[in-house]
């Protein structure tokens, strides 16, 4: 039997379809909540898994960074820059030595010097051999140049071994151009098989008197006053030393045949540049065009280009020869022991210093002592870039053109 109970008791009935309809709402809402959490996980995970479009965003972010550095490239540049200064200076200096006793300069061999010259008037038999002993005690195996002055005529130093070579006058006055080229042809080849490297020759000055004396530096060493058969003789000679795989090296620039005097001797001067442009300049821009690897500097002052010898003069080497005729190749000087050098009273030391300065690339001396003198020609290239008074981009730049004279790749294959 059901009894009544008290309003304090029960519920109100009157709100109970109201409170089932708010519980129902709520779970409704819960249950909705649940499923957009679940969907907004499952696209971020599907986002996840899918590379992003290509140029979609210009700020995207790779997920990977290339951790792979590019490899350096080996030149000549990059590894002379990793010697010292000294091994670098030594590469400019050509060392003299009699050709009857070439291992006297063994130790500045040793120490690097990027050249040897031999002077006298007959070699002994075994020059090859001497030589061949020489260049093996090189340093870094970098063996230098050797070089000696085979014009002909009474500038012969090896004709002995080598065979004889007429004046180039008479060259040019007996001989065809194809003969010249075939007869310096055969003595390079004998040059080469004695253990010479370079022939500093032909010389491209323009002369037509008596010499060579103290008054003339050329006389029968030119091959004529006339440019075009200067040229065409000289350029002959040149090929057939190239062609039997010896560097030909041309003289006197910018042309000392109408010099004032023997530069050997005592100061000297060239006519002015107007009238060298026009006339002894000629063949030296005929050998540029030409592609000859090697040119050698007098040491001449040129009127109207500087008051300097030319083997010291900036305006002369980096301003005529470099950037106006456009010559890329190995730049040398004349002696700088030379009177028209000494007249000046600077010692060879500091000429050198003063010629690689103005952009020559090696220099050459006559010395009694030449082991002696050539380390102290080191030394003072040394300091003088340690202290900036020769730039470093210089020292550099000539090594290079040495390097590149002898066909020399400091980088392995």
Known sequence: MLTKQSSNSSPNLKYLPRLRYSLLLKNFLIVLLALFLTSCTTSAKANKSIPPKQGVSKTSIPTTINKTTPSLVCSNASVINTWSLRRRAAQLVIVPVEETNVLTVSPSVKNGVGGVILFGNYAPPNLSNGLKLLKSQSLGHITPLVMTDEEGGGVQRMANLVGNLPWARTMARTMSPTAVTSLATRIGHNMALNGITMDLAPDLDLASGPGPDATHTDGPRSFSPNPTVATTYGLAFAKGLSDAGIIPVVKHFPGEGSATANTDVGPASTPPLAVLQAHDLL?????????????????????????????????????????????????????????????RNISVPAASV????????????????PNALSQAVIQQIVQATQQGTLPLNRLNSAVGHVLQAKKISLCKP
Request: hydrophobic fraction near 50%.
């Open 283 to 343: 063949p030296f821009e005929a050998a540029i065009k030409q592609g000859l690897p090697a040119l050698m500097v007098g040491n001449a002052t040129v009127p109207g280009l500087s008051n300097n010898p030319a083997s010291m003069s900036s305006a002369t080497i980096q301003g005529l020869l470099r950037n106006r005729l456009g010559f890329h190749g190995l730049v040398m000087t004349d002696s700088l022991s030379a009177g028209a050098i000494a007249d």
């Open 354 to 369: 003063r010629s690689i300065k103005a952009g020559a690339d090696m220099i050459m001396f006559n010395a009694l002592h």
